[in-house]
């Protein structure tokens, strides 16, 4: 094992024992920090098999977060992240969402889908022609953030990179397959927060198609050498801004044609 290895091993087995103590979210910096987002990505995937090891289960999908502009100027980057979602954090609507579960739960606002057929590194690069026929099932969802009680004013992608894009879970909506009439740099769609009026928003909040965010993915995972199989779910990015719910919130997001998904917070 290389040097640089070593450092990487480390840093996982060091942000691995954080998330199990639920210590706050502190950045990576000094000689430990990786020198580039590859290098951060192995962090995550030497985190992600910790975890798999410890019991959160294999892999199900993956989320794309940071897909707005405007996110990526705040957190000074270019591009969107990833991060994994693991099989025992996948929850389906209606659902209820315990606040003791995380140290700081955030919710966020999306289109998931469902791959019907896989992306192979061999077929890269991918384009929106190639999502569109690959997608099996649209659902609105919500991603759980798990921030671990993070310092907005100081975000650093590298380390959220490096803590699996702080990806706590998902609630997953109907899968519905009778989408492709459905325009989705355009859909309208809405939140609803208890009894407050909806709020409108629209599905090409994220990356002016949701399906871009998946084709960002498919390319960057053959990048990788990886494939993205049938079955995989994709969250897109969020079409609204972050919230961080109290017990006793109820929060609806509806996607027009593709129908609802709820989450009570307890």
């Not at 103590?21 to 098999?49: D, W």
């Not at 192979?120 to 798990?146: K, N, Q, Y």
Request: hydrophobic fraction near 45%; charge should be negative; proline fraction near 6%.
């Amino acid at each position: 094992m290389t040097e640089s290895h070593e450092r990487e091993a480390a840093l996982a087995e060091r942000l691995f024992a954080e998330n199990v103590a639920r210590q706050t979210f502190r950045p990576i910096r000094g000689p430990e920090r990786p020198a580039s987002l590859e290098g951060g990505y192995r962090v995550q995937a030497l985190v992600n098999r910790r975890h798999t090891d410890a019991g959160r289960g294999a892999p199900a999908g993956y989320k794309v977060g940071l897909t707005s502009r405007a996110i990526q100027e705040m957190c000074n980057t270019d591009q969107p992240v990833s991060g994994v979602v693991f099989s025992s954090t996948v929850r389906r609507s209606p659902a209820r969402v315990a606040l003791a579960d995380f140290v700081h739960l955030g919710i966020e606002f999306e289109l998931a889908v469902e791959l019907g057929s896989a992306f192979r590194p061999g077929d890269a690069p991918f384009t929106l022609e190639d999502a569109r026929a690959r997608v099996a099932a649209c659902m609105p969802a919500f991603e759980l953030v798990e921030d671990r009680g993070a310092d907005y004013a100081d975000l650093d992608v590298l380390s959220c990179i490096m803590d699996n894009g702080w990806c706590g879970g998902i609630v997953l909506g109907e899968r519905r397959t009778d989408w492709q009439a459905l325009d989705l740099a355009a859909t309208p769609a809405s939140l609803t927060l208890n009894d407050g009026p909806p709020e409108p928003a629209v599905t090409g909040a994220a990356m002016g198609n949701p399906l871009n965010s998946l084709v960002w993915l498919a390319n960057q995972r053959a990048a990788m050498g990886e494939a993205l199989e049938a079955g995989t779910v994709v969250m897109t990015g969020s079409t609204l801004a972050t919230r961080f719910p109290r017990a006793g919130d109820r929060f609806v997001y509806e996607i027009e044609g593709l129908g609802a998904a709820e989450a009570a917070i307890v």
